[in-house]
């Protein structure tokens, strides 16, 4: 088994566990902390891929400030433990067989469409932060700039929210 | 044994730098808390540890030994998962964002060719933000964790200021990447290097062949003050205001736990003073121009008055220890300027390290000088000011920066 796989394996496993624990954990900043693993294993993925600004940004923009502020809510609302209740008769009747074959569909696209996929570029002679601000600033300047107008707006919108009592 | 080497030689290496790296920057911790307290000391006419070894020289040793010995006791209701997590994430993330830093230029020895510092890597400021965007939890959990409001209120403080300052820390910084056109803080530090005159060439000063009079002074302003409150040190150390909060996010943590976030903190103090240096003060590089070789000997001239002086200052302390060791730190110092004075070979290996090391400890001494001048912020003074002041203003300066460069570019 080559490094590469390993540290694939180790890292998606930590995904994987971060997201069970994200659900099975009953206090919410456990919850958060798992969400973070999460964040940070695929940051680790992005960067097994060679897609290393993509992972430095997951990990400052969602590991660092989204999980930061959720974090910061959690603490700020001083929410207890999570009570838990006998589970509805929907989950057991409708939403397991869903989550099954939901599972099965995506395993049978995985193994359908193995060997097609593109072989990620490893290779330290690339620099993909270049080639990516490239595109983004001329291919694809208009939904770049796009996004940002609506997170101008979001944020307005958000100062306007919180100020409307005065 | 070469075979080994070559087909490890990396790891091997690596390992060795980073034993190291962890052992120098532990030492220069516990000597800072000493300069730290020697510092403010004298700016309050005191004169700071004394008792403990010559000039209280092993203050630091009977403050780790103290740390060790101490009770740890276990507040009840404590989350225990966050309340230990905190400090191990604390000094982990601290040391961590050593890795990327370049501390001089590319070395070879004996025939190898390494990077100074541990890893080389393409986008090694981002990498750098990206760990210190982490390093909040560690406070955040130690709050939240201790089952105690004084420290609750200190993470949430700290957690708030860090998400405000974070912004400024970072557009603050654009400046100097559009004039570098890298996220390389060894090719940031490279590139300063083509200035007329030596120091001009540096980003604070900006007078450098490619872009005549393109200062990062307002982006170096920022940037400081940014990371000042990051590391949540004077006048931005709301997060531990001991009149208000007892210690903040930390009270309830003794002995050694309690050393993990000291020490985490102080080797904050001293990522950032890398950063600054290597950002906006030319990094390893010399203030005199490359042609300018008998400047080489700085060093040299630097160290001999200075162990002469410890030497003669030495003989006549008050205690029979310290004429002993005070005198042997002296002969150490000036025979060490003499021993480059001898020998170029290494002189020329530790110009690079040396700039760096004067650089960084101005930024600290700064640091402290600022500790023991100025008064803590109220806590609304401290939002207005990231918010209001901080980050228009390196928004401005990221405007202004890229405008010059389409300027110089079109003329």
């Known amino acids: 088994m080559s490094a590469a796989l390993l540290i694939f394996f180790v890292l998606a496993g930590l995904a994987v566990l971060g997201a069970v624990a994200l659900i099975l954990q009953s206090h919410p900043i456990h919850s958060a902390l798992s969400l973070i693993l999460v964040m940070l294993s695929l940051a680790g993925l992005y960067l097994l891929m060679g897609a290393e600004f993509v992972a430095a940004v997951q990990i400052i923009v969602y590991g660092g400030a989204v999980m930061v502020l959720f974090v910061f809510v959690i603490m700020l609302l001083n929410a207890g433990e999570e009570e838990r209740t006998n589970f509805s008769k929907l989950a057991t009747f409708a939403g397991v067989p869903l989550a099954l074959a939901l599972g099965g569909v995506i395993a049978a696209a995985i193994a359908r469409s193995s060997g097609h996929l593109p072989a990620p570029a490893a290779n330290g002679a690339l620099t993909p932060t270049r080639e990516l601000s490239k595109l983004l600033f001329s291919e694809f300047v208009y939904p770049f700039e796009l996004t940002s107008f609506l997170i101008l707006v979001a944020i307005i919108g958000a100062i306007v929210l919180a100020q409307r009592e005065n | ?411």
């Open chain 2, 1 to 411: 044994m070469n075979a080994i080497f070559a087909q490890y030689g990396f790891l091997i290496v690596a390992t060795v730098k980073i034993i190291l790296l962890v052992l120098i920057v532990l030492t220069a911790d516990a000597y800072l808390t000493w300069l730290e307290r020697k510092v403010i000391g004298h700016i309050q006419a005191r004169w700071g540890p004394y008792r403990v070894g010559p000039h209280g020289l092993l203050q630091p040793l009977a403050d780790g030994i103290k740390f060790i010995l101490k009770e740890d006791p276990l507040p009840e209701g404590v989350d225990k998962k966050a309340y230990f997590f905190a400090p191990f994430l604390t000094l982990m993330l601290a040391l961590t964002s050593l890795a990327v830093i370049p501390f001089g230029p590319d070395i070879t020895v004996f025939g190898y060719r390494t990077n100074f510092g541990i890893a080389d890597i393409n986008i090694s400021l981002l990498a750098l933000f990206a760990i210190t965007a982490l390093s909040v939890y560690g406070i955040a959990l130690a709050g939240w964790g201790s089952n105690n409001k004084y420290s609750l209120l200190g993470g949430l403080r700290s957690s708030a200021q860090m998400i405000s300052y974070e912004l400024a820390m970072t557009l603050s910084v654009v400046g100097v990447l559009l004039i570098a056109g890298t996220l390389s803080l060894k090719e940031i530090v490279e590139q300063q290097a083509n200035g007329n005159l030596g120091l001009l060439g540096w980003n604070i000063i900006g007078f450098s062949k490619d872009h005549a009079g393109l200062t990062q002074i307002i982006g170096c302003f920022c940037f400081f003050m940014a990371a000042i409150a990051e590391t949540n040190r004077v006048p931005f150390d709301l997060p531990e205001a001991e009149s208000e909060l007892v210690a903040g996010y930390h009270t309830e943590y003794a002995s050694m736990k309690f050393a993990m976030f000291f020490i985490g903190e102080y080797t904050a103090m001293i990522t950032v003073s890398c950063l600054s240096t290597i950002l906006f003060f030319g990094g390893w590089l010399s203030p005199f121009p490359a042609s300018w070789t008998l400047t080489h000997y700085v060093p040299s001239v630097i160290l001999v008055p200075l162990g002469l002086w410890v030497f003669f200052d030495g003989i006549r302390y008050e205690t029979i220890f310290g004429r002993i060791v005070l005198p042997g730190i002296g002969s150490v110092l000036t025979l060490l300027g003499l021993g480059l004075f001898a020998a170029p070979a290494i002189n020329e290996l530790i110009q690079g390290p040396f700039w760096f090391f004067v650089k960084v400890f101005a930024v600290l001494f700064f640091y402290i000088w600022m500790r023991g001048t100025l008064p803590r912020f109220r806590y609304d003074q401290l939002m207005d000011f990231g918010w209001k002041i901080l980050l228009p203003v390196s928004i401005a300066n990221v405007v202004l920066t890229s405008a010059f460069i389409l300027w110089r570019m079109q003329g």
